[in-house]
Structures are given as structure tokens and as C-alpha cells.
């Protein structure tokens, strides 16, 4: 059970960054809206449990890619520091988000992330 639960951590630590990626880059961004940080904080913790399953290697729910569609960039892209975007493979980023329906914009930078 120790292998599992350490295997899992380490996986899925690299996926929740995905998904945090995901509400990041393909969020709606409502002009003139600025969310609190209990706001943001609320955003977040609705995506990672919309998309849990991804974490296990199945595909994107409908309801984690709605909650992909969605989501206020500006409360994602200020967690990922270089240790945590060191973490993410952007193709598989990018791969989840479009089939979620969402362009990849190119050449943007979240964070320390940046999108070729």
C-alpha cells in the first residue's frame, strides 16, 4: 500500500499541475472581473476535483473540460514557479486542453511556463 500511495503522490502531483494548467490557459477571462483570492482559491479546488480521474490516466471528464472552458486564468497562472513548471510536460498539456475543444495559444507564458 506504501508503493502505491508514494507512486500516486508523485504522479499525480505532475497531473494536478496539468489540470491547474488547463483551467490556466483555456479560461474565459470576463473584462472588468477580478475575483478574490477565496474566489480563486474556490476556482482551483472545483477543477482539481472535477478532474481527478485524469490524474489515474483516464480521459477528461465533461465536467473537468466545462470546468477547463471556464476557468479564470489569472488564478492559476501565479502558481506555477520554475519548480513546479520544471514538473509539466507541456505536450500533454496541450493535448489535454484540446480535447477538451480549447486552442493552445501560441507563445504564451503563464507563470514560469511558456507555450510554444
Not at 500511495?5 to 503522490?9: A, F, L, T, V
Not at 497562472?77 to 506555477?80: D, G, K, L, S, T
Given at each position: 500500500m506504501e508503493g502505491i500511495?508514494?507512486?500516486?503522490?508523485s504522479s499525480s502531483w505532475a497531473f494536478w499541475v496539468l489540470i491547474?494548467?488547463?483551467?490556466?490557459l483555456m479560461a474565459r477571462v470576463v473584462e472588468?472581473?477580478?475575483l478574490s483570492?477565496?474566489?480563486c482559491k474556490q476556482e482551483r479546488q472545483l477543477g482539481i476535483n472535477s478532474c481527478k480521474a485524469v490524474v489515474f490516466g483516464q480521459?477528461?471528464?465533461p465536467a473537468c473540460c466545462q470546468r477547463i472552458r471556464v476557468s479564470h486564468w489569472e488564478c492559476v497562472?501565479?502558481?506555477?514557479n520554475p519548480k513546479l513548471?520544471?514538473?509539466?510536460?507541456?505536450?500533454?498539456a496541450i493535448k489535454i486542453l484540446q480535447t477538451?475543444?480549447?486552442?493552445?495559444p501560441h507563445h504564451f507564458k503563464c507563470g514560469s511556463l511558456y507555450f510554444p
Open positions: 500511495r508514494r507512486k500516486c503522490s491547474l494548467l488547463g483551467m490556466m472588468g472581473a477580478e483570492p477565496s474566489q480521459p477528461a471528464s497562472c501565479p502558481a506555477f513548471a520544471a514538473l509539466i510536460d507541456i505536450n500533454k477538451c475543444g480549447r486552442k493552445v
